[in-house]
């Protein structure tokens, strides 16, 4: 439509994009470095390794992952597995019908 | 005196008036009420209050027993259904708000409640009233999945009631103290299997992922809070420092995180997640000291805000879209961005992001770990804690409102509900800045500091280097239109199998009964009566014809008459005497011998 103001849409932009993923990669870096400058109080002895944390958030999530990946081929199913989606079509009355406000 | 009344009573009477108002009157009724019944608990004393007298050889009940912890849990539940109520200022009917009040009511008066007996009944209506929550979206799936739900709740109570009974009737006492781990019997451990029933433990669980997404997008909001925390609060009181919570506690912080990862429905990504942080405060209670059972406290009241939160952005996205699965939704922050704003607080508030909530709660459970040296307990809620990070604070906000535009254009969310959703935020937000305020309410003293430039730095560690790894295996994580089976595969599909397999045995062997007796052997049997006695005569007379010297012609011909005679029992009189007198003969014979 003419005059209509352009929609925002900047996290669509592909520049955009490569910004965030260098953000991303720019903070797990710092905080790695940032541990250099602590003073760190180690409970168990393991968790006193330099960059623990980071060892366990990446290896942790991606066992996780692969676990639900494994899980799934196993539990996954059909969305009508159990034969309840009688009434898909159905908007049922908690829905917004354009009106309400 | 108003500080008699329990808090509870103030709810249930706020569900008959709520029937009688009528439009924006009920609306803002419905909001001051909890807020109200909010001033209400703060004015409560500590100490026990009017006692009532129960059986005679009872102690009596206590209706309204106050002390740090159930004043804790008394705060965040009326606080939450207030701005829940707020939330829901767009709902017209009233069915759904008289059972979410009676269904608050009934949680308060579990919190509140001194004794088993006062304790049971409460957890039983809370059981109920929920039905009807999840009854209330009016939708066939709704009315199934509050069936099964009730069924569970109905199973959970009885083994609370089981216990309760064999717990007294050995003698034991009816005040709800906490229970001494050495001394576990049966009645003891049917208690606790009843409470975990509630918490959505392992095996038990999928009441909540299955029954919570299916009902209506305030029912959803309000359900998330209570059911849980309700039981995490009877843990908490009754078995604190009672081990094998810890592996249970585990168990469910890992299990959540699995299913959540693998889930397409948003609201039931955060049902997951609701067994998932859960699973830390029954950790929590398993580990008993002091530290942990505070921490749990702390972590319930601001997981409850926090939850609520997700739980309205998503709410407002479905209300707005009709939608709730990520391969229906997506690119959503074009038009709903304060929807996204709110949701993303409450996101980074879940995943325990300095300055939230989450970062000053949680923590102290794994501080609590660390303390006594649980190294096991302590890994996995770490790993849980970066979980977390993965599927509730990515995955639910870029299915979403990133990832690919699907061309939805919904408007933003009224504005009531962004009112609900930006006060919940702020309370994330200062609680993760300013939280003494909550570590004074909580029930033993914490000395704990979550903001030491370690922790920040191994939190922050944890946190980024999760979210590497979600954009990282993005494409492995791209969701599919299906379900995953959980535990009510057993009942959903082991319900109509047992309900088939008794339909064929017992309804097979009664049509073979009823062909055998009803059709064959009265058949038989009218059949017999019909031509044996001809029969018999004809094997009697044929010989005697025969030796009196009769052709075969008339011998056929006087049997064929006989016959007929036979059949229409149109015998000569001087026959029927005859055959009459054989018979008493026979008689006579046979008493005789």
Redesign the interface.
Known sequence: MAGQKK???W??RPSSRRLL?RL??G??VL??V??L?????P??GIDGFF????????I???A??L???G??KL?????N??N?H??DD???????DGH?? | MLTDIPPSLLLFAGALITMLLRGRARNVFLVVLPAFTFWHVSQLSFGEGTSIAFLPTFDALEPLRVDKLSKAFGYIFTLNAAVAFLFAF??K?AFQHVWALIYIGAALGVIFAGDLITLYVYWELMAISSAFVIIA??????K?AAFRYVMVHIFGGLLLLAGIVMTVSSGGSIAFDSFDYADANLGTCLILAGFLVNTAAPLFSAWLSDAYPEA????GLILSAYTTKTAVYTLLRGFPGWEPLMVIGCVMA?FG???A??ENDMRRILAYSIINQVGFMVCAAGIGTPMAISGAVAHAFCHIIYKSLLWMSAGAV???T?KSRCTELG?L??TM?WTLLFGGIGALAISAVPLTSGFTSKTIIIAAT??Q?L?WT?LVL??AS??VF?HAGIKFPYFVF?NR?RGLRP?EA?KTMLWAMGILSFLCIWLGVQPQMLYDILPYAVDYKAYT??HL???????????????L?LP??KR???????SDWFY??GGPLFYRAMDKSLNGINAKVADLIAVRYTAWLGKFFRNAPAEILGVLLVPYWTAIGLKADDIADRKEKLVLRAKRGAFPVGITACLAVMMLAIVYLVAIA
């Open positions: 929609e925002f849409d996290f669509d993923w991303l990669w903070a797990c905080t790695v940032a541990e400058f602590v003073h760190r109080h409970h168990f960059g623990f944390y980071a060892m366990l958030g990446f942790g999530c991606t996780m992952i676990l639900a990946k899980l799934g539990v996954k199913r059909d969305e597995y159990y309840d009688t009434e159905v908007i049922p009355e908690d829905i917004d309400a406000d | 767009y709902v009917k979206r009016n939708t066939l799936r709704a199934q209506s997008v305030t029912g890992v995180i699995l299913y990862l693998l479905l209300y707005r009709g690119g922050y074009k961005p660390e303390h040296h190294f302590w770490e790993l970066a979980g993965l990133f535009d408007k009224p430039a370690s730095v191994t939190q922050m560690q944890l946190l980024m280097f999760s979210a590497l790894v979600f954009f295996f492995m994580l599919t239109a299906t379900i995953s089976l959980d959903r599909k």
